[in-house]
């Protein structure tokens, strides 16, 4: 379905990120052209599904840096959706510790003023580290719009447990409208 919306889609492993694939249908539902980048975590995951993951989006699936020269295959986002967001990643992206593909790009589209959502999926133990909640408000500073996960994410940015809901009880119905509000505002 070809878009004039291009939204990247990118996901840490978390067990939400098993689901990606419905999430990419329904974001092509809605109009939107998907590029889909992992963690290498995330990436390992569903290695076995990337092939498949690549042929729903029409563009390959991203979890590496490109080796300098290589032309960037993917279309400028409109939108940057970091669906599920893990402990790690987030923290990363907050200090600018750019280890990785995605936290990188999820960097880059900060410093270009790309409408930018998270979903965070952080357990409750991992939610009460320091850093957490000031990497959370550093985001929001930053303008990315934080959502509660599927388990919720409380004001201050601790977490209950996740309740095992799995990749189906995770918001990415919320997520893309969220996408979609931030984009009109952007």
């Known amino acids: 379905m070809p878009s004039d919306r291009v939204l990247h889609l990118l996901g840490s492993a978390a067990e939400p990120v098993l689901g990606v694939r419905a999430a990419v249908g329904h974001a092509r539902a809605r109009g939107w052209d998907v590029c889909l980048g992992l963690t290498p975590t995330a990436a390992d995951w569903l290695r076995d599904d990337l092939d498949a993951l690549a042929e729903a989006t029409g563009h390959p699936v991203k979890s590496r840096f490109r080796r300098p020269g290589d032309p960037e295959p993917w279309p400028a986002a409109d939108a940057v959706l970091v669906a599920p967001a893990t402990f790690n990643t987030l923290n990363c992206w907050a200090l600018g510790i750019t280890d990785n593909w995605v936290v990188g790009h999820a960097a880059e589209a900060i410093g270009k003023g790309v409408p930018l959502v998270a979903v965070p999926?952080?357990?409750?133990a991992l939610a009460a580290h320091p850093q957490f909640g000031r990497s959370l408000a550093t985001?929001?500073?930053a303008g990315v719009e934080l959502l509660p996960n599927?388990?919720?994410?409380?004001?201050?940015g601790l977490?209950?447990?996740?309740?095992?809901a799995g990749p189906a009880g995770f918001p990415?119905?919320?997520?893309?409208?969220?996408?979609?509000?931030?984009r009109s505002r952007g």
Not at 121 to 124: C, Q, S, T, Y
Not at 150 to 156: P, S
């Open 150 to 156: 599927a388990d919720g994410i409380l004001a201050d």
């Open 172 to 182: 990415w119905a919320a997520a893309l409208a969220a996408v979609e509000g931030a």
């Open 121 to 124: 999926r952080v357990n409750g």
């Open 139 to 141: 985001l929001r500073e």
């Open 159 to 164: 977490a209950p447990a996740p309740t095992g």
